[in-house]
């Protein structure tokens, strides 16, 4: 009997087949084209949204990156879901047992996770934004100006030049310090004399000098006072604030001008033995004190 049927069988084999291919190969061929259409799609809207908030002045530079990519996977997982349904897939099922499968894989995958959800924050909480020169204290060692903030990681260009793909959770988990965030910056430097100088003439003399440099702000005002008296010589402090974007400048700027104005002011007693630099240090309360009563 098996015998006869064998035969049978294999003489429907072909007819099964042009079936299955009239019924299904229409179906796959629609699936591929939505996914094409989609994959293009997605692209094409995720540029559109960039262009369209780089053009709206409401939406922060931070946020831009990251809302494009939001769009773009959000299209492709319809279009994913749209082309299974196409084939016959139900993906009522489907999307259960994904979720089953992504909970497998996020356990996988916490690195990754971890750094969308570092991502998340950072744009919620917004300690930067494109175009600050930030520094990570611990870790890594961080520090450059922030290009993008993306769904995974952090773009930072360092001093040198060098782009930085920094993930999220490497910035997010450790303290840092974001060198742009006020609209000021302390800077200092210490003139030493020989104890014969002139204090009062050289407090003037630096006075002026921050005085006419437009990267130095009037308020707060700058300061100039005796830090340190010792048997043979004077030391003095002069603290201002400036712009953050040329504070850098400044800091070159100031060595060298205090010590050609103090030894052009017709004094030898006042030309300075040494100026130097000074970077107060985050437990000097003399930073924010002064800050707060000038504001």
């Known amino acids: 009997m098996d015998a006869t049927l064998a ?14 291919s009239v019924d299904f190969l229409p179906r796959i061929a629609t699936a591929a084209f939505i996914l094409f259409i989609g994959i293009v799609a997605a692209r094409w809207l995720s540029r559109f949204v960039l262009r369209l908030a780089e053009r709206t002045t409401h939406i922060d530079p931070t946020v831009e990156p990251m809302l494009a990519s939001v769009v773009r996977y959000a299209i492709l997982i319809l279009v994913f879901l749209a082309a299974l349904s196409q084939i016959g897939i139900q993906t009522a099922s489907l999307l259960t047992v994904l979720g089953a499968a992504g909970l497998a894989v996020g ?10 959800a570092a991502g998340l924050m950072l744009l919620w909480l917004r300690p930067f934004r ?16 922030v290009k993008e903030v993306g ?12 782009l930085i793909f920094a993930p999220n959770s490497s910035i997010w988990n450790f303290p840092l310090r974001n060198h742009s965030g006020n609209k000021e910056r302390l800077v200092g430097v210490t003139v030493v004399m020989t104890q014969e100088a ?6 003037a003399v630096l006075l002026d000098m921050m005085a006419n440099d437009p ?5 707060p005002a700058a300061d100039v006072f005796v ?7 004077i030391t003095l402090t002069c603290r201002f604030w400036a712009v953050p974007s040329r504070v850098g ?8 001008e205090a010590r050609r104005r103090l030894a052009g002011a017709e004094s030898e007693a006042l030309a300075p033995h040494q100026v130097v630099r000074i970077i107060p240090g985050d437990s000097d309360p003399s930073r924010l004190l002064a800050h707060k009563v000038a504001a």
């Open 249 to 256: 400048e400044v800091q070159r700027w100031v060595v060298e």
């Open 130 to 145: 494109v175009g600050d020169y930030v520094e990570v204290v611990a870790g890594n060692a961080i520090s450059g100006t």
């Open 151 to 162: 769904l995974f990681a952090c773009q930072i260009e360092s001093f040198e030049g060098i």
């Open 227 to 233: 830090d340190r008296l010792t048997k043979g010589e």
């Open 198 to 203: 002139d204090i009062a003439r050289a407090r």
């Open 215 to 219: 990267n130095i702000l009037k308020i």
């Open 107 to 116: 356990l996988a995958l916490q690195g990754t996770l971890s750094n969308i």
């Open 7 to 20: 035969p049978q069988n294999l003489d429907a084999l072909p007819a099964m087949i042009w079936t299955w």
